[in-house]
């Protein structure tokens, strides 16, 4: 018989590439913010990211303004402001 691992908590987000976030800004666990080369990721004040949210920068820059909430789950691609 075999046993399964227990699944374990997201407890880190993730940053890869130029990602500014504002220090007031709130991230949760299993967050990825990814900017592709010559790409940007700016997080404003106030923002708060749920859960498993995924920003993916791409041929741009996402902007995600003061005060902006995203859900848990969220799928973000591409270059934009919200």
Do not use: F
């Amino acid at each position: 018989m075999y046993a399964l691992a227990s699944l374990q908590p997201l407890t880190t987000a993730y940053r890869v590439g130029d990602v500014e976030i504002d220090p007031t800004a709130v991230v949760a666990p299993g967050v990825l913010l990814q900017a592709d080369r010559d790409s940007k990721i700016v997080i404003g004040a106030g923002v708060c990211l749920g859960m498993g949210t995924i920003v993916h920068a791409h041929g741009g820059q996402i902007t995600i303004e003061a005060g902006a909430n995203l859900g848990a789950g969220v799928l973000v691609v591409g270059s934009l402001t919200i």
